[in-house]
Structure formats: structure tokens, C-alpha cells
């Protein structure tokens, strides 16, 4: 059963830095590629970024090109996610899900997520 736990939420000042981790267990961690999405108050599920699993090659989406890493520890089954130059509308609950785009936002294998607050 895959299992996917976020962690790293909490609240930062516009500017400021967090990061993310998930936990994931039940699957084969190494060789998956994996998604972080976030849904915004009263908003859909919105797709973050990608890393697959071949070379740990790198995907962000528009919003967060150039503020935001995305990691993997395939060592401790742990995927990241840095977050840097926060905005307020980076607010969102943030979701790890196993998987590259289209199954991180249409699938099940989802964490419960972690909220992010981004407000002075």
C-alpha cells in the first residue's frame, strides 16, 4: 500500500523559506517518479513539480521556476521540496503524490498534505 506522509508546513513571512518532506513507504521509492501539487484556498489542485526517478531530472511549473527545488533521497525514501521566495500566493495545502503530472493531480496516491501559510 503506498503510503505518503508531508511534514514542513507552517507559516512564513512573504520572502521567507520553507521546506517539505514526504515520507513514503509501501512502494519502490527509487524507481518512481515523483509530484508535489497544492491546492489554494477555494481553488483546484495545481501541479508544483516533478522528478522522475531517471536522473532525478527536474520539472517546476511557471509560478514557482526558479524559487522552488524539488529533491529526492532515494536512500531514506524521502522526497523534498524548497521553497524559497515565498509569496502569499504560495498558501496552500501541499500535497507529495507518487507519480508525474497527470497522476499527481488525477490519482489517489496522495499525502495528506501539509498546509503552507505564506502572510506578515
Known amino acids: 500500500e503506498v503510503q505518503l506522509v508531508e511534514s514542513g508546513g507552517g507559516l512564513a513571512q512573504p520572502g521567507g523559506s520553507l521546506r517539505l518532506s514526504c515520507a513514503a513507504s509501501?512502494?519502490?521509492?527509487?524507481?518512481?517518479?515523483m509530484s508535489w501539487v497544492r491546492q489554494a484556498p477555494g481553488k483546484g489542485l495545481e501541479w508544483v513539480s516533478t522528478?522522475?526517478?531517471?536522473?532525478?531530472?527536474?520539472y517546476y511549473s511557471d509560478p514557482v521556476k526558479g524559487r522552488f527545488t524539488i529533491s529526492r533521497d532515494n536512500a531514506k525514501n524521502t522526497l523534498y521540496l524548497q521553497m524559497n521566495s515565498l509569496k502569499s500566493e504560495d498558501t496552500a495545502v501541499y500535497y507529495c503524490?507518487?507519480?508525474?503530472?497527470?497522476?499527481?493531480?488525477?490519482?489517489?496516491?496522495r499525502g495528506p498534505g501539509t498546509l503552507v501559510t505564506v502572510s506578515s
Open positions: 522528478i522522475l526517478s531517471y536522473k532525478s531530472t527536474t
Open positions: 503524490a507518487k507519480g508525474g503530472i497527470a497522476t499527481a493531480l488525477h490519482g489517489n496516491n
Open positions: 509501501g512502494f519502490s521509492f527509487s524507481v518512481s517518479d
